[in-house]
Each structure stands twice: as structure tokens, then as C-alpha cells.
């Protein structure tokens, strides 16, 4: 069964570094996002992505966060200059038309 | 304001006993609702899905839900518990009408305990 991907598993930063986490979406999907979860939080939204462009986003997705599909396959979050608050888990979620997402395992991101 | 509330932080339940989550939603109208599960250290699997028709909807590994609109809930069920169903559970509600991203609102999940 097709499945999204995400690497790494676990990445750890110095504040102030850029990082970038990948993830491959399922094949055929079209539209692609961007889920955090801060330790004992919720799942909160970050970005959606449709298209080539980023058809919404929340307030966190401020100006050090950016998304890329540099290919047909991959879809990045890079984060510019990371800081300790930025420690979370990042889930890369896609979809076909239908409305179900499906999650990626999620990245473990530390900031140190 | 739009919101997804989950009750229960904890929920502690006996092997083969019955399984009542519970979800409530704030939107203006009838939102897309779903509950996914996490494993510790896994990622987040859909067990079922709310858009319109039937009121119970069936999921995978046994679980059921019921969509209430008078009460605004989506509370998740399983009539026999496995200690496998150990996990965290997120409701998560998705706006219709919104524009194409149609981002996911997540409660705060309720962590289940099945004890022998």
C-alpha cells in the first residue's frame, strides 16, 4: 500500500541553522501539507501546498518557513534559522481529490 | 471560533471491555470530521471518516463513530477493547467551502490505557 515518507526520522540543530525535512508524498496525490506537533500539544497546521503554490497557511508559517516541490516527487519544509521553539515533530500529510490526508511518519526535530 | 475539543486526556479501559471517545466540534456548519490514531513513535493512521449520508460510520480495527448534529459531536466507539488499541487518539475536523488546502483542526487527543 502506497505510503507518504519523511526524512529524516530524527534531526538535530544548533538555533539559528537552517534545517530542511523531506518528505514524498503518495504518487498520485496533488495537494500536500505540513503538520506540527510540539511535545504533549496537538497537531496543529501549518501549510498547504496545491498546484506549485501554497494555498493556505497558518500563523505560524511566518517568514522563516518556507515550502518547496523541487521535483515530481518531493515536497521540503525548510525552516531558515531555526530557534528552541521550533522543537517538534513535523508530519507531512497529502491527498488526492478525495478528503482524507494521509500522514507521513513525521520528522523529529530538535533544537539545541 | 472554530474548535475541536476531546474531553479526556486519559482514558483507562480493561481488555474486552466497551470504548466511548468522545469529540465535540464548534464550526458554523457541518465540518468534514475524522479520527486518527498514533502508535508511540508512529506516525498518524485515519481510522474513519465523516462527510455526509449515514450517521455511523464504520472504520478499520473495529472502531465506529456516530456523527450527532444536535450535539455537535463525533465521539468514537469499539465494543471490545485489545491491548493493541493502546495509542493516542486525535479527533480532527476539516471546513468545508474552504479554499483547496482545507486544513486540518486537530482536539488535543486522548491517551488510551488498556489494562489486562
Known amino acids: 500500500e502506497p505510503e507518504v515518507t519523511q526524512t529524516p526520522s530524527h534531526q538535530v540543530t544548533q538555533m539559528g541553522q537552517e534545517v530542511i525535512l523531506r518528505c514524498v508524498p503518495i504518487?498520485?496525490?496533488?495537494?500536500f501539507y505540513w503538520y506540527r506537533q510540539i511535545l504533549g500539544q496537538k497537531v496543529e497546521f501549518l501549510v498547504s501546498f496545491y498546484n506549485n503554490e501554497i494555498s493556505e497557511k497558518s500563523e505560524i508559517f511566518d517568514d522563516q518557513f518556507s515550502v518547496e516541490r523541487p521535483d515530481g516527487s518531493n515536497f521540503t519544509l525548510k525552516i531558515r534559522s531555526t530557534k528552541l521553539e521550533d522543537s517538534a515533530m513535523y508530519f507531512c500529510a497529502s491527498r488526492v481529490a478525495g478528503y482524507e490526508q494521509y500522514f507521513g511518519p513525521g520528522t523529529r526535530l530538535t533544537v539545541t | 471560533a472554530q474548535s475541536v475539543t476531546q474531553p479526556d486526556i486519559h482514558i483507562t479501559v480493561s481488555e474486552g471491555a466497551s470504548l466511548e471517545l468522545r469529540c465535540n466540534y464548534s464550526?458554523?456548519?457541518?465540518?468534514?470530521l475524522f479520527w486518527y490514531v498514533q502508535s508511540p513513535g508512529q506516525g498518524l493512521q485515519l481510522l474513519l471518516k465523516y462527510f455526509s449520508g449515514d450517521t455511523l460510520v464504520q472504520g478499520i480495527k473495529g472502531f465506529e463513530a456516530e456523527f450527532k448534529r444536535s450535539q455537535s459531536s463525533f465521539n468514537l466507539r469499539k465494543p471490545s477493547v485489545h491491548w493493541s488499541d493502546a495509542a493516542e487518539y486525535f479527533c480532527a475536523v476539516g471546513a468545508p467551502g474552504s479554499n483547496s488546502g482545507y486544513a486540518l483542526n486537530f482536539g488535543k487527543g486522548t491517551s488510551l490505557l488498556v489494562t489486562p
Open positions: 504518487s498520485n496525490h496533488l495537494y
Open positions: 464550526y458554523g456548519a457541518t465540518p468534514y
